[in-house]
């Protein structure tokens, strides 16, 4: 699904949600970053938002539903099924450019999706708000390859 969101743009830095991908039981969040004077790949990719997160950690993006469920990038694994979580799922790019792809499960309620982003030791910070029940309704036209209660052969 087509979104085109732009969550930041600076003199130097550029966020953006281009597509998101609906399935039945999550979304892909495409974001692309890209940095005019980057040089190292690595410091444009995400790290978790927190209260313990440094300032000069590095980009950092957190979505909050209607239902007041805040989720940040994890590089952890959440035993709890119906635990929202946000994991990085693919990433590519250049010395200069990031494109992440974020996988957001379970799918957001009915109502607004806040997507806040933030990198302080750039001084860039942006929010846009995207319709979950859009999102819901295109969900429900997902293909499902395989029934989720039948396990693999």
Not at 134 to 139: D, F, G, T
Request: include cysteine.
């Amino acid at each position: 699904m087509c979104v085109n969101t732009q969550l930041v743009r600076t003199r130097n830095i550029t966020v953006e949600i281009p597509v998101i991908l609906p399935y039945r039981d999550g979304l892909v969040f495409e974001v692309k970053i890209t940095h005019r004077r980057m040089r190292d790949a690595a410091a444009i990719r995400l790290v978790p938002f927190g209260p313990k997160t440094p300032p000069d950690a590095g980009p950092q993006l957190m979505l909050r539903s209607g239902n007041d469920v805040r989720v940040s990038v994890s590089r952890t694994l959440v035993s709890d099924p119906d635990e929202p979580r946000l994991r990085l799922w693919a990433s590519h790019g250049s010395v200069r450019q990031m494109t992440m792809h974020l996988w957001l499960s379970p799918l957001p309620l009915d109502g607004p999706l806040d997507v806040t982003f933030s990198w302080p030791s750039e001084a860039a910070h942006g929010r846009a708000t995207i319709d979950a029940s859009e999102l819901a309704r295109a969900a429900e036209c997902a293909m499902q390859a395989w029934s989720p209660d039948k396990p693999a052969a």
